[in-house]
C-alpha cells in the first residue's frame, strides 16, 4: 500500500510540474490567437475598402463612358438648321439690340 501511494504522489508531482509548464504555452498561444485576431480585422477592413473603393471607381468610369456614348450619338444624328441670309441678318439685329440695351 505503501508503494501505490509513493507511486501516486509521484505521478501527482508530475502532474503538477507539467501543469505549470502547459499554463506557460497556453498563455503564449492565447497572445499569438489575439494578435493575429487584429491582423485578420485589418486586413478585412482592408479587402473592404479595395473593394468599395474600386467598384466605386468602375461604376463611375461606365457612367462616364455612357455620357460619352450618348454624346457621339448625338453628334452622329444632329442635323443644323438651314437657315437663310436674311434669318441670320434678323438673328444678328436682335443681337446687337439686345447689347445694346445692356
Known amino acids: 500500500m505503501k508503494i501505490l501511494k509513493w507511486i501516486l504522489g509521484l505521478l501527482v508531482g508530475l502532474a503538477g510540474i507539467f501543469a505549470m509548464f502547459g499554463g506557460q504555452k497556453r498563455a503564449v498561444i492565447k497572445k499569438k490567437i489575439k494578435e493575429n485576431d487584429k491582423k485578420i480585422k485589418r486586413k478585412t477592413k482592408e479587402i473592404a475598402n479595395f473593394k468599395t473603393g474600386s467598384a466605386a471607381m468602375r461604376a463611375s468610369a461606365r457612367d462616364k463612358q455612357k455620357v460619352i456614348d450618348d454624346m457621339k450619338k448625338a453628334k452622329e444624328h444632329f442635323k443644323p438648321k438651314e437657315v437663310g ?6 438673328f444678328l439685329k436682335k443681337y446687337a439690340k439686345k447689347k445694346k440695351g445692356k
Request: net charge negative.
Open 85 to 90: 441670309a436674311d434669318d441670320a441678318a434678323d
